[in-house]
Structures are given as structure tokens and as C-alpha cells.
């Protein structure tokens, strides 16, 4: 298995509701990682895991909420989201935080928020 | 700020044509990874070059690191209409996160 599985695929949620994003990959890979994409923009990272240890956060709001239950699941929890956080969130794994083989993405969960 | 600027924005050449993409980034990075994306969806990986590397190729993708000047491009040879696709650079550092450039749309007309 050589993929990293995001569900779902489109989600849209009120600015009241409580969603979660789920991300699976067995690839035994040890770093996982999640990404928010604007429309025609790069992709902007949110959180990294490692070892499934929060080890970097780019000082993305509490309305989301990231865990990492075990080496192959990543969730991000939604809550209390506003317009502007309308995008593609994508998840991403890598053998290790440190290794150089490259990122392996999943096909995102776009995301409105209405 | 973004890790990585890519000039040209958009590119667009005849299918045949070669293509090349460049990618200038700011801080010491251990890799530089270059993906494609189309139509919004997932990145796909294609080709990665360490920082004691200059060159580095792959079927019809070559590479270049220029660690001195802080930049990359990215060539791809006899583009085909299935090349159309957005292209990322992104560099990867000792903090163990890779940051990515403002990326390049290709178009390749048939």
C-alpha cells in the first residue's frame, strides 16, 4: 500500500457544527503531516507529527485540532470555523521528520464552511 | 513567508517543447522536493535533491541545485498535454518541515 487514504473528500459544515478529518496511510511511514490550500496558492503547512508526537504547530488557531491515535491514523478536528477557512486540507506522510525520500500526499478533503 | 519563489508563474509551450521551472527559497534546506498538482488535488511527488547535490535526473525530469545561490529548476524534456499541471518546489529543513514556493502553472497546448 503506497497511499495515503483522506476522508471524506468534500465536507461542508456551519460555522456551529463540530467536524473531523480523517487521514490513513500504512506505509510504516513515521511523520505525518496536515496542509491547508487556498485556491491558486501553495500549499501552507499546519501541523507535523512525529512519532505521533505533536512536534510542530505553525500557530494554526484551536478551532483546529489535530491527533494522532496511532502510527497510521492523523485526524484534524473542526470547530467553530469560519468562511475564511474555506480550503483543501491535505494530509501528508514521510518515512521520518528528517529523511530524505519525500512526502507522499493524499487527494485532500475540500472543505467549505458556510 | 513562503520558503520557495518560482518564476515563471505561468508557462505555457507547444507539446514537444521543453519547459523549464525555477525556484529560489531562503533559509538552509537539507532537500529540495519538487511536486506536481492537478486540478486542486493531491501533490505528487517527482523528484527530490539533496543539498550535496547538483544535478539529478529522472526519465524526463532534470533538476538543479544551486546551494550558493539558493535556487533550483526544474526541466522537464518533450512536454506532453498531460504535463498541464501546477509544479511546487518545496525545501526541507533541519526542523524537519518542507515549506513550499508560490509554484509554477503549466500549460501545454496539443
Known amino acids: 500500500d503506497t497511499e495515503v487514504t483522506q476522508t471524506p473528500k468534500h465536507l461542508v459544515m456551519g460555522m456551529t457544527n463540530k467536524k473531523s478529518l480523517k487521514c490513513e496511510q500504512h506505509?510504516?511511514?513515521?511523520?505525518m503531516y496536515w496542509y491547508k490550500q487556498k485556491a491558486k496558492k501553495p500549499p501552507e503547512l499546519m501541523f507535523v507529527y512525529s512519532y505521533e508526537k505533536l512536534s510542530i504547530n505553525e500557530s494554526v488557531p484551536s478551532r483546529f485540532s489535530p491527533e494522532c491515535p496511532n502510527s497510521s491514523l492523523l485526524n484534524l478536528h473542526l470547530h467553530a470555523l469560519q468562511p475564511e477557512d474555506s480550503a483543501l486540507y491535505l494530509c501528508?506522510?514521510?518515512?521520518?521528520?528528517?529523511?530524505?525520500?519525500?512526502?507522499?500526499f493524499g487527494s485532500g478533503t475540500r472543505l467549505t464552511v458556510v | 513567508s513562503q520558503q520557495g519563489e518560482e518564476d515563471p508563474q505561468a508557462l505555457s509551450i507547444q507539446e514537444g517543447e521543453n519547459a523549464t521551472m525555477n525556484c529560489s527559497y531562503k533559509t538552509s534546506i537539507n532537500n529540495l522536493q519538487w511536486y506536481r498538482q492537478n486540478s486542486g488535488r493531491g501533490l505528487v511527488h517527482l523528484i527530490l535533491i539533496r543539498s550535496n547535490e547538483r544535478e539529478k535526473h529522472s526519465g524526463r525530469l532534470r533538476v538543479t541545485l544551486d546551494t550558493s545561490k539558493k535556487s533550483s529548476s526544474l526541466l522537464i524534456t518533450a512536454s506532453r498535454a498531460a504535463d498541464t499541471a501546477s509544479y511546487f518546489c518545496a525545501g526541507h529543513t533541519n526542523a524537519g518541515k518542507s515549506t513550499f514556493g508560490d509554484g509554477t502553472t503549466l500549460t501545454v497546448k496539443p
Open positions: 501528508a506522510s514521510s518515512l521520518g521528520p528528517f529523511d530524505s525520500y519525500g512526502y507522499t
Open positions: 506505509m510504516g511511514h513515521r511523520a
